[in-house]
T-cell receptor, first 114, second 116 residues
Framework: NAGVTQTPKFRVLKTGQSMTLLCAQD?????MYWYRQDPGMGLRLIHYSVGEGTTAKGEVPDGYNVSRLKKQNFLLGLESAAPSQTSVYFC?????????????FGPGTRLLVL | AQKVTQAQTEISVVEKEDVTLDCVYETRDTTYYLFWYKQPPSGELVFLIR??????QNEISGRYSWNFQKSTSSFNFTITASQVVDSAVYFCALSTISGGYNKLIFGAGTRLAVHP
C-alpha cells in the first residue's frame, strides 16, 4: 500500500522561481491537506481540500496556491519562491473531516529557496 | 484559544531507560481528539495513537503507553525500556472542528535521543 506519496523529495529553487509539489493518495480519502514544518514550530496548515474541485485556505496560505482536479491528487504551487518558503512540506489525507478522523501523512518534500 | 504545548524540547536517555514525553493542551471544545505522531530521522510522520475526549482510559501498546488526564489537560506518552530505534521527534496534536474542517494543531515536538 503506497498510502500518501509526494514528489519531489527534495528541491532547490532560486528566489522568484516557481514550482509545483505533487501529492497523491490511494486510500480514496475525501480530504487532503498541505502543511509546512519549520524548526520549533510543529506543522502549520497551508491549504486544504474537502473534495475534488474544492480548496480552502489554512493557517499560512500566503504565497501558495493549490488545486484538486482529481480526488487522489492535491497540488501545491509556489508562483514566486522566497527564502521564507524554505521548509519541509507535508501532504496529508483523511477519510472525513470529523475531528476523530486520523490524518495520514506523506514522506515530506524538503525545499530550499536560495 | 486552542494550543498544544510540549515543554520538553529535547530529551536524552540511555537505552533501556523509561522516558515520558509531556503534552498539555488547551481547548474550549467538549469534543476533541488527541494524537501522537512519530517523526524518525528519515523524516516521515507516523501515526501512533488517537484518543477522544470522553475516554480517559490509559492505553498500552507494547512498550508504549499513554496517560490522558482531562483534569490537567494532559496527554503524556511513556516509552518503557527505550531502544535506539525510538530516537525521533514526537509530536502531540489536538484535533477539533474549526471553520468547517478538521483542524489539527501540533505542538512544537520533543526530540528524543536514545543512546546505546
Amino acid at each position: 500500500n503506497a498510502g500518501v506519496t509526494q514528489t519531489p523529495k527534495f528541491r532547490v529553487l532560486k528566489t522568484g522561481q516557481s514550482m509545483t509539489l505533487l501529492c497523491a493518495q490511494d486510500m480514496n480519502h475525501e480530504y487532503m491537506y498541505w502543511y509546512r514544518q519549520d524548526p520549533g514550530m510543529g506543522l502549520r496548515l497551508i491549504h486544504y481540500s474537502v473534495g475534488e474541485g474544492t480548496t480552502a485556505k489554512g493557517e499560512v496560505p500566503d504565497g501558495y496556491n493549490v488545486s484538486r482536479l482529481k480526488k487522489q491528487n492535491f497540488l501545491l504551487g509556489l508562483e514566486s519562491a522566497a527564502p521564507s518558503q524554505t521548509s519541509v512540506y507535508f501532504c496529508a489525507s483523511s477519510y472525513g473531516t470529523a475531528s476523530q478522523e486520523t490524518q495520514y501523512f506523506g514522506p515530506g518534500t524538503r525545499l530550499l529557496v536560495l | 484559544a486552542q494550543k498544544v504545548t510540549q515543554a520538553q524540547t529535547e530529551i536524552s536517555v540511555v537505552e533501556k531507560e523509561d522516558v515520558t514525553l509531556d503534552c498539555v493542551y488547551e481547548t474550549r471544545d467538549t469534543t476533541y481528539y488527541l494524537f501522537w505522531y512519530k517523526q524518525p530521522p528519515s523524516g516521515e510522520l507516523v501515526f501512533l495513537i488517537r484518543r477522544n475526549s470522553f475516554d480517559e482510559q490509559n492505553e498500552i501498546s507494547g512498550r508504549y503507553s499513554w496517560n490522558f488526564q482531562k483534569s490537567t489537560s494532559s496527554f503524556n506518552f511513556t516509552i518503557t525500556a527505550s531502544q535506539v530505534v525510538d530516537s525521533a521527534v514526537y509530536f502531540c496534536a489536538l484535533s477539533t472542528i474549526s471553520g468547517g474542517y478538521n483542524k489539527l494543531i501540533f505542538g512544537a515536538g520533543t526530540r528524543l535521543a536514545v543512546h546505546p
